[in-house]
């Protein structure tokens, strides 16, 4: 799908699966996937030139010409793996590249990736090209595809295994074994990154225990901030001022809406957990064995109201079975 000439759209597998690709690699075919209309039904050779390669990929000016011909010849001959329901597909990311001797190339998509370029279906997730472009840290780039996907498919907020988590990010298993090593390396960076009103979004991860984690929840908001700010930058050609204005009115008026949601919500939480701890107690020692871990888990989320109102209110309705008597 294509919606303006500096956006994107990929396949959910793409986003969810370790692509073994580098900064610029990712670059080339981010680039590359603006080219598609939402009509296409195959893919079209894109004729650039070594001057936008370059811009796009952010190479050194020293020996850019090399690594930009490496770039590209790795992109032909790299097998990519990408594990499907039932099958794992291994192809290329490109079927050719030809390069002229005035400085243009063409550059062409295998064709085995049209199921995730072109026959989208409505499992896909949209990306900016230039927000793409601005990430210098792979982990932090592909947390934010992977947090970009989590906002529009899962609502904002999904459980993510750690292990799992790791793969995407190609981090071995001999590697960032400790938790506190993974935090400080990948994810604070990455969260650093993605949150400095530079991006379209605003992320928190945490994990789900304090001990032994296994995994990590994912909470995903749209940034308004960033949204009123590309208003306000916009050209006259690309928004009108009324527009700009309706949009900025909008922005605010969802700003006030989510606050006025968040009181609400914080309120209403506040009585879940004092009923279910209420109820808990009323039970019989037989049953507070049964429910004992529940609690555990409630009592420390409570304790915990640092994580947010939101996180609170996701695992709630994970563990909320045992009080069903509410």
Known sequence: MKKTKNELAMHNELVTNNLNLDLYQARVVAFLATSIFKTDTEFKTLKTNVKELMEITKLDSGEHYKKLRET?????????????THSVLETGFLSSVEYYDN????????DKLKPYYLELGGNFTTFQLEILLQFSSYYARKIYELSKMILGKHKG???IDLQELKEVLKIGKDKLKLYNQFKETVLDIAIEKINNNKTDIIVDIKPTSER???????????NHLYQLEAAKTSTTEEISEKARAKIEKEILKKEKEEKAKQAAEQER??????????????MTLEEKEVYMPQYKKLNEIVKKQSF??????FVLAKIKEPFNKL
């Open 157 to 159: 907020f999904l459980e």
């Open 269 to 282: 939480d506040k009585i879940i957990n004092e009923k279910a701890f209420e109820t808990f107690n009323k």
């Open 212 to 222: 032994n984690i296994k995994s990590l929840i994912f909470n995903v908001k749209k």
């Open 72 to 84: 590209l010849d790795n992109l032909r001959k790299k097998d990519v793996r990408i594990r499907k």
């Open 103 to 110: 400085g243009e190339i063409e550059i062409k998509f295998d």
């Open 308 to 313: 947010g109102n939101d996180y609170t209110k």
